[in-house]
């Protein structure tokens, strides 16, 4: 794990499809990290619906991310709140910068920088459902990206193509030759003419063009680690998904997935959102509450999580 | 980032090349189940085609690696390239898989799953196949010999009933390192078959 002299770490949450349980987690684990005595921020930058506020049962929130962008406030940090909990403070409106077509990547670069310059010891970033390049950029960028799925089949679908547009554009940064982005542009079209249905086929079709490329790409496959949550699992068999899912993506991407871990289904989750009342603080004792605290546990102690993801 | 073909049978079927038998199994049940028709894990990612040559590779790498004389003939043929997997491994892969598991606490899980469910005489070639005495069973379980060759042979006459089976077979899978409910949703299926209670 890369920490600065702040020892600050940044997690993504995303992946997966609306209604995986990307914002309960989110929310839920920061509360975790900042019961265990940790400064926490929680950032809000999903496109489809940034409601994390009400996870955490607060108003519509009136300042955020835009203020500092159209400079009423002088600094990122005077665009935060107060969640209530100790520790825990909360931006909105980062979507805002992932969906601004006209953003400038040299603004979203300086954002980034802002964010990250953040006195905190975690920064918690929902990115929602999407796989807008912005969204995808965040991701990479992070210190840790997770991914949450439910055991579905909808929902794995939809993190296998996330997990495809994310590594893809990973290796579109890591390569020079233009021939081989290129070739990875045209990889991302699964009906694409030169007929490459998978990383190895692509890997195939660089290393004709650019061995150094080829080499490039197989130094990323190597060190890009992304982490699993398994949401709302109902049996031993739906746990047991997460090794599977650990397993395909090592056959099929040639990489090592992270299993981070499970959290069961639990009708306390839905109880606790219908009142607005974070679980881990309305109740801790429930099934999913103790899943979602082994997890935040884990990340707190994790030393081993991959620069690169 | 290995294709198949390129893959050794221990990457195959994500062990490491010290891996016991046990381990083997554990691992090729769960390569099973993942890369079945219907597996969820693996929905929208492979072709029919690349599932053949996934499950084929699957096979072939158990064949080989149960066998005592095939796996110490392919370790001898393949050993440059185990010995260089195994280093790349420990590169790439500084967390093991199963220190992963239990830092997770998934210890209390066994890996196989799904259709997959052990009855008695599954059970003796199984235990058969991973060399285990059944002596040691006995030893371990504290289960008398007489019972577990009652279980073994399906007796379903001279075994006790299923209330009381259930911790026999339990105390059977877990010395196998089998998921005990498969086991007993094994029994269960033969009691029912037979009418028995």
Not at chain 1, 115 to 124: F, N, R, V
Not at chain 1, 236 to 264: N, P, T, W
Request: with cysteine; aromatic share 8%; charged share 30%.
């Amino acid at each position: 794990m890369t920490r600065d002299q702040h020892q600050r770490v940044i997690w993504t949450i995303g992946g997966g499809k609306g209604g995986s349980g990307k914002s309960f987690i989110t929310t839920n684990i920061g509360i975790c990290l900042s019961k265990l005595g940790s400064r926490v921020i929680l950032i809000d930058a999903d496109l489809g619906g940034a409601n994390l506020h009400t996870f955490l049962g607060l108003l519509p929130p009136v300042t955020s991310l835009s203020d500092f962008i159209k400079k009423r406030v002088p600094h990122l940090k005077d665009a935060l709140i107060h969640t209530g909990v100790p520790n825990l403070q909360l931006l909105t409106g980062a979507q805002d910068l992932l969906n601004a077509a006209d953003a400038k990547s040299a603004l979203k670069r300086k954002l980034l920088r802002s964010i990250k310059s953040l006195e905190s010891d975690y920064i918690l970033v929902d990115l929602g459902g999407g796989n807008a390049l912005s969204v995808l950029d965040f991701f990479l960028m992070s210190d840790g990206g997770i991914l949450v799925v439910t055991p579905e089949p909808t929902s794995i679908e939809n993190t296998y193509r996330f997990l495809k547009s994310a590594f893809y554009r990973r290796l579109r940064q890591a390569v020079s030759s233009y021939s081989a982005k290129s070739l990875i542009d045209e990889a991302m079209d699964q009906k694409n003419e030169a007929g490459i249905r998978s990383p190895y086929e692509l890997l195939r079709e660089v290393r004709r063009i650019n061995e150094e490329d080829a080499l490039k790409i197989v130094e990323e496959a190597a060190t890009f680690h992304p982490n699993l949550i398994l949401n709302q699992v109902r049996s031993k068999k739906d746990i047991e998904i997460g090794f599977s899912i650990r397993s395909a993506c090592q056959k099929y991407f040639g990489i090592q997935l992270h299993y981070l871990g499970y959290i069961v289904y639990d009708q306390d989750v839905g109880n606790s959102i219908r009142k607005r009342r974070p679980l881990v603080l309305e109740n801790y004792r429930s099934k999913a509450a103790q899943c979602v605290t082994e997890i935040a546990s884990r990340l707190a102690n994790s030393h081993r999580m991959n620069p690169g993801i | 980032m290995k294709r198949m073909e390129e893959q050794t049978y221990y990457e195959i079927l994500e062990v490491s090349p010290d891996a016991g038998l046990k381990e083997i199994q554990r691992a090729y049940d769960h390569a099973r189940e993942t890369f079945h028709a219907d597996s969820l894990a693996i929905y929208s990612l492979f072709s029919e085609e690349e599932m053949r040559k996934i499950q084929a590779a699957i096979e072939e790498a158990y064949r080989v690696l149960m066998d005592e004389a095939l796996r110490r003939s392919y370790d001898q043929s393949h050993s440059h390239l185990i010995e260089r997997s195994s280093r790349e491994k420990q590169v790439e892969k500084p967390v093991k898989s199963s220190e992963i598991r239990s830092d997770l606490s998934f210890t209390d899980l066994s890996l196989e799953t799904g259709e997959i469910t052990y009855r008695g005489r599954s059970l003796k070639q199984l235990r058969e196949k991973l060399g285990i005495d059944l002596k040691a069973v006995s030893a371990e379980t504290k289960i008398n010999m007489k019972t577990l060759e009652l279980i073994e042979e399906e007796d379903l006459d001279h075994l006790p009933a299923m209330v009381y089976l259930k911790g026999f077979l339990k105390a059977y899978a877990r010395a196998l390192n089998l998921d005990p409910q498969k086991l007993i949703e094994g029994y269960f299926q033969l009691f029912q078959e037979k009418g028995k209670k």
